[in-house]
Structures are given as structure tokens and as C-alpha cells.
């Protein structure tokens, strides 16, 4: 301290005396590092969370750990730093990460935090969508004037056009495997990446009003785009000085997603036709009776934007990583096969009803435990403790820290699940030995802030898993289960290749 009060009087000395410009700017550049230093200094060493573990460096340079990472396992580290350091652990100067099921409760739900500044790195020029807005109440009248297209009466009024994408689904499983199959009847089917089409395509059914017809299209630049996109925002959460860098603003960096989703308001808006869709009810919205829940052209672009890319990317991924851990673990495909061969088809059609899966136990049981073993959010959900507060009775944290609620090390830590790292559908079951811990488990996340999709992504991979059960036999190929460990995180959790194929063939024509 004592020489950033004498660099600080030396500075006064210069101006003072008409120094020249140059040494003036080194002495205020001295002046700011020592300002800066010695800021830190002060939390690394007297700061009120002082008392909770972590890697010392991370005090000081919070982003600095990043640095070596292979692109998307960032959240490997914060896996490691919980395995070493317990439940809460100290992540940055003002800066927590948690892992104890009771905390995450209190911050996501009891207290019901803002979401912390990560999100707003997200945003696209100052522009939010529901995923990325900070403000509570902003987030509340934007959330209410959307709620009408994710209510339950709504999607059920949805399935024709799940339906009609699923059937779509078929006929391009169908082609493919007629073109791949060996003596065995079996086809090579790249399953991850057609259940992403077919997730985008469901979106332009129930969404804009016709499908996009990308299961049918493997050159469609959305599917690629959007990967890039999650690519981009992932770095930019990990080395957050970018978002300074203007040529690096998202509406620059994603012209293709934009203007895709533009040119959809545009003909809808210019049609005059009133659809019965999701893009209907934002559209509505520019007329709602009280101002505030209206919104304008481009805040429904962006909210089609998170709908186009979060409701396609979750929901396509989880599908996926069910087929990987069904490959892995037989006995759960054989239970699935039988529970869903027990429910008959409609007469005449390839496509399960709601009514018929919701309620099927092993099918949601898979989906379950799916989703707790490969969580979307893997490095956490970030909020902004906006007063002092106390944690699991004795850990005090001030206003100003950011507490990232990691979800996924709870969902496997061994504390509150048994064989927490084995796939055991059965632990969800009514009539199971081993049980699941309801408590520990945030797939969807919590409180006012959770995922406005749930009911929609549900009803989509209830419907996807049982009809491909239904119509085809599915093997695995050796190499794609070995490629299919390499887990990466773009926002959401996905594989590093993009790509899973499996063999299929058809249980009856």
C-alpha cells in the first residue's frame, strides 16, 4: 500500500510539473497495475470468503484455469475441484461453485437469486431472450407473455405436428438403412445427427407453421450453424474479455441463424395468415393489451433464436446420450423393448399418442436417468447473491458473490446416490431397492428461473425413444461406443465428434 500511495503522489508530481506525455502515461499505467494488484492482494487475503477451499491461484485470476483446456471441457475442471475441495468451493475473488443439494435448493428456489453476469455475456448487443435476461422482473413479464405457448393444453394440441416428424424420422431411417445394409438386414445410421434434424423440424412444424425439412436435407446450413454458435458462446463464457472485442458481437457472428430466423418473422408477419403455432402467439404479443408484455420484432427474433437453438440442441442431445447408454447397458434395452412391445399402435399409424407413453414407468425411468448422467448445464447455473447470506447454517457469503450451482456433480455425487456413476433405470421405479434422491436432482433446473420447455422437450424424447424401440433393433458398433466417451460442453452437454452411429434394422415392415 505504501508504494501505491507514493506511485499516486508521483503522478500528482508529474502533472503538476508539466512532465512529458510519455513518462506521464507510465506512470499512470504503473499506477493502475498497482491499483489493480493490490485489489487483489486484499481479497486473496482478507476477503470474508477467505475461509472456504479452492485453488489459491483462482483469487487472484479466475479464468486463468481455462487456459490448456481442450474446446468445451471446462467443466471437467469444476468436476476436479469438487472431487478435491467438497461441496463449496472457491472459484474466483467474489466467485463460489456448489455441489451440495440443500444450496442449490436455497440459492435456485428459497432465496430465487438473479441469474449472474455469465448471461449477460450471452446477450446479443444488450439484446436478452428468457435464457439470458438478468433482471427478475424483466424475466417475469416476458415469461408470462410467452407461457401460453408451453402450457399443457397447447402442447397437446401439438402432437399431429410431433407426429408428422416423427413419421418423417422413419422414412429416413427406412432410406438409410436400405442403402447401408449388410447380409444381417442391419443399416449404419449416424442416429445423432438425424434426431437433431428431426428435433429442428419439429420445431418448424410446431413452431413456424411447416416443417424445415432437414432430415431430408444434410446440407441445411442451421444444424452447423448452431454448433458454431455454441461453440462461440462457450468461449466467451471462458474467457469473458472477449465479449470486448467488437467485431465479435453475436449479431455479427451468427448472420446465417439470423437471418434464417428474420426471413420466418417476415413472411409471417407479411402474410396476414394467423397460424395455429408458437411463432403466432409471440407474434400476438406486439398487440398484448398491457405494453409490458409486449414484445418487439427483434425481441421475438430473439426469443425464436434460444427457442430454435435450446429446444433443439437439449432435447436431440438427451435422445441421444439414451441411445449411447442403452447401447452400453443391454439389460435396460431388452426392459424398454418389452415395456414398450406390451402398447399397441393406434390402427394404421406408426406414431405413439401421449396418452400411451407418460405414464410408461421404465420409458420416463430411462429418460431420467439419462438426463442425471449426462446434465444439459454441466458447468453449473450462475446467480448473483444479491445480499449477504448464510449457507448450511455457518458459511457466510457477501452480497456481490456469484454462486454457479452445479447441478451436475450433485446429480452424481455419492452422498445422496447409490452406484452413483452406473446407469440403473430401475432406481426411479416405485418398487426399486435402490432408490433415486428426488432432492438432488435438477435436470431442468429450479424456482422461478426453470426451464419454460420441460412439458415440450418430455413429450418429444417420450415420443422419439419409444417409436424407434418399437420399429427397430438396435446394435452397437464398437468404435462409435469408444468415440461416444468424449463428453464436451457448447452451452449444453454433447459429444466431441457431433456424430454417433449405431446399427439398425426393422423389427417389422
Given at each position: 500500500?505504501?508504494?501505491?500511495?507514493?506511485?499516486?503522489?508521483?503522478?500528482?508530481?508529474?502533472?503538476?510539473?508539466?512532465?512529458?506525455?510519455?513518462?506521464?502515461?507510465?506512470?499512470?499505467?504503473?499506477?493502475?497495475?498497482?491499483?489493480?494488484?493490490?485489489?487483489?492482494?486484499?481479497?486473496?487475503?482478507?476477503?470474508?470468503?477467505?475461509?472456504?477451499?479452492?485453488?489459491?491461484?483462482?483469487?487472484?485470476?479466475?479464468?486463468?484455469?481455462?487456459?490448456?483446456?481442450?474446446?468445451?471441457?471446462?467443466?471437467?475442471?469444476?468436476?476436479?475441484?469438487?472431487?478435491?475441495?467438497?461441496?463449496?468451493?472457491?472459484?474466483?475473488?467474489?466467485?463460489?461453485?456448489?455441489?451440495?443439494?440443500?444450496?442449490?435448493?436455497?440459492?435456485?428456489?428459497?432465496?430465487?437469486?438473479?441469474?449472474?453476469?455469465?448471461?449477460?455475456?450471452?446477450?446479443?448487443?444488450?439484446?436478452?431472450?428468457?435464457?439470458?435476461?438478468?433482471?427478475?422482473?424483466?424475466?417475469?413479464?416476458?415469461?408470462?407473455?410467452?407461457?401460453?405457448?408451453?402450457?399443457?393444453?397447447?402442447?397437446?394440441?401439438?402432437?399431429?405436428?410431433?407426429?408428422?416428424?416423427?413419421?418423417?424420422?422413419?422414412?429416413?431411417?427406412?432410406?438409410?438403412?436400405?442403402?447401408?445394409?449388410?447380409?444381417?438386414?442391419?443399416?449404419?445410421?449416424?442416429?445423432?445427427?438425424?434426431?437433431?434434424?428431426?428435433?429442428?423440424?419439429?420445431?418448424?412444424?410446431?413452431?413456424?407453421?411447416?416443417?424445415?425439412?432437414?432430415?431430408?436435407?444434410?446440407?441445411?446450413?442451421?444444424?452447423?450453424?448452431?454448433?458454431?454458435?455454441?461453440?462461440?458462446?462457450?468461449?466467451?463464457?471462458?474467457?469473458?474479455?472477449?465479449?470486448?472485442?467488437?467485431?465479435?458481437?453475436?449479431?455479427?457472428?451468427?448472420?446465417?441463424?439470423?437471418?434464417?430466423?428474420?426471413?420466418?418473422?417476415?413472411?409471417?408477419?407479411?402474410?396476414?395468415?394467423?397460424?395455429?403455432?408458437?411463432?403466432?402467439?409471440?407474434?400476438?404479443?406486439?398487440?398484448?393489451?398491457?405494453?409490458?408484455?409486449?414484445?418487439?420484432e427483434y425481441e421475438i427474433i430473439t426469443e425464436t433464436i434460444l427457442f430454435l437453438v435450446a429446444g433443439s440442441e437439449t432435447t436431440s442431445n438427451t435422445i441421444g446420450f439414451a441411445l449411447i447408454e442403452m447401447c452400453r447397458n443391454p439389460d435396460s434395452l431388452e426392459k424398454l423393448f418389452i415395456e414398450i412391445d406390451g402398447v399397441d399402435?393406434?390402427?394404421?399409424?406408426?406414431?405413439?399418442?401421449?396418452?400411451?407413453?407418460?405414464?410408461?414407468?421404465?420409458?420416463?425411468?430411462?429418460?431420467?436417468?439419462?438426463?442425471r448422467l449426462n446434465t444439459m448445464p454441466a458447468n453449473g447455473l450462475e446467480r448473483m447473491v444479491t445480499r449477504d447470506i448464510i449457507l448450511k447454517g455457518d458459511i457466510f457469503v457477501p452480497k456481490g458473490t456469484k454462486v454457479r450451482c452445479n447441478i451436475s456433480v450433485a446429480q452424481v455425487h455419492p452422498e445422496y446416490w447409490s452406484n452413483?456413476?452406473?446407469?440403473?433405470?430401475?432406481?426411479?421405479?416405485?418398487?426399486?431397492?435402490?432408490?433415486?434422491?428426488?432432492?438432488?436432482?435438477?435436470?431442468?433446473?429450479?424456482?422461478?428461473?426453470?426451464?419454460?420447455?420441460?412439458?415440450?422437450?418430455?413429450?418429444?424424447?417420450?415420443?422419439?425413444?419409444?417409436?424407434?424401440?418399437?420399429?427397430?433393433?438396435?446394435?452397437?458398433?464398437?468404435?462409435?461406443?469408444?468415440?461416444?466417451?468424449?463428453?464436451?460442453?457448447?452451452?449444453?452437454?454433447?459429444?466431441?465428434?457431433?456424430?454417433?452411429?449405431?446399427?439398425?434394422?426393422?423389427?417389422?415392415?
Amino acid at each position: 500500500m505504501d508504494k501505491l500511495e507514493k506511485s499516486s503522489h508521483n503522478l500528482i508530481f508529474y502533472i503538476q510539473h508539466n512532465v512529458p506525455i510519455i513518462q506521464l502515461g507510465k506512470a499512470a499505467i504503473s499506477l493502475l497495475a498497482m491499483y489493480y494488484m493490490s485489489n487483489k492482494i486484499k481479497c486473496a487475503l482478507f476477503d470474508p470468503l477467505n475461509n472456504i477451499p479452492g485453488p489459491f491461484y483462482r483469487r487472484f485470476f479466475p479464468h486463468f484455469g481455462n487456459i490448456g483446456l481442450k474446446s468445451g471441457e471446462r467443466f471437467r475442471l469444476t468436476e476436479y475441484y469438487h472431487r478435491k475441495y467438497g461441496h463449496v468451493v472457491r472459484v474466483g475473488p467474489d466467485a463460489l461453485s456448489v455441489s451440495d443439494k440443500d444450496i442449490i435448493k436455497q440459492i435456485l428456489v428459497i432465496d430465487d437469486f438473479e441469474k449472474g453476469p455469465a448471461y449477460s455475456r450471452l446477450q446479443n448487443g444488450g439484446e436478452a431472450s428468457m435464457l439470458d435476461l438478468i433482471s427478475k422482473d424483466l424475466h417475469r413479464r416476458r415469461r408470462r407473455a410467452i407461457s401460453p405457448a408451453f402450457s399443457t393444453k397447447y402442447i397437446k394440441s401439438l402432437e399431429p405436428f410431433f407426429a408428422s416428424s416423427v413419421e418423417s424420422l422413419i422414412k429416413k431411417i427406412d432410406s438409410e438403412i436400405e442403402k447401408t445394409k449388410g447380409n444381417e438386414e442391419f443399416g449404419t445410421i449416424d442416429i445423432w445427427h438425424i434426431t437433431k434434424c428431426m428435433a429442428l423440424d419439429v420445431i418448424g412444424e410446431t413452431a413456424f407453421g411447416g416443417t424445415f425439412n432437414m432430415i431430408d436435407n444434410d446440407d441445411h446450413i442451421v444444424p452447423s450453424t448452431i454448433l458454431k454458435l455454441m461453440k462461440i458462446l462457450e468461449f466467451v463464457i471462458s474467457y469473458p474479455w472477449v465479449t470486448k472485442i467488437p467485431f465479435l458481437k453475436r449479431n455479427k457472428r451468427i448472420p446465417q441463424l439470423s437471418n434464417f430466423v428474420k426471413n420466418l418473422i417476415k413472411s409471417r408477419l407479411e402474410s396476414n395468415v394467423k397460424r395455429d403455432d408458437i411463432l403466432q402467439i409471440l407474434v400476438d404479443t406486439m398487440e398484448a393489451e398491457d405494453k409490458r408484455d409486449r414484445l418487439t420484432e427483434y425481441e421475438i427474433i430473439t426469443e425464436t433464436i434460444l427457442f430454435l437453438v435450446a429446444g433443439s440442441e437439449t432435447t436431440s442431445n438427451t435422445i441421444g446420450f439414451a441411445l449411447i447408454e442403452m447401447c452400453r447397458n443391454p439389460d435396460s434395452l431388452e426392459k424398454l423393448f418389452i415395456e414398450i412391445d406390451g402398447v399397441d399402435l393406434d390402427g394404421g399409424s406408426n406414431v405413439f399418442n401421449q396418452n400411451q407413453l407418460k405414464n410408461l414407468p421404465y420409458l420416463n425411468a430411462i429418460i431420467k436417468e439419462t438426463m442425471r448422467l449426462n446434465t444439459m448445464p454441466a458447468n453449473g447455473l450462475e446467480r448473483m447473491v444479491t445480499r449477504d447470506i448464510i449457507l448450511k447454517g455457518d458459511i457466510f457469503v457477501p452480497k456481490g458473490t456469484k454462486v454457479r450451482c452445479n447441478i451436475s456433480v450433485a446429480q452424481v455425487h455419492p452422498e445422496y446416490w447409490s452406484n452413483p456413476s452406473a446407469f440403473k433405470p430401475e432406481r426411479w421405479l416405485e418398487d426399486s431397492n435402490e432408490k433415486a434422491s428426488p432432492s438432488a436432482y435438477f435436470p431442468f433446473s429450479a424456482g422461478s428461473r426453470n426451464c419454460i420447455g420441460k412439458d415440450f422437450a418430455l413429450n418429444e424424447m417420450r415420443l422419439v425413444l419409444a417409436t424407434l424401440i418399437k420399429h427397430y433393433y438396435i446394435e452397437p458398433i464398437p468404435e462409435q461406443m469408444v468415440a461416444a466417451m468424449e463428453k464436451r460442453h457448447y452451452l449444453t452437454l454433447t459429444i466431441a465428434s457431433s456424430s454417433f452411429k449405431i446399427r439398425m434394422k426393422r423389427r417389422f415392415s
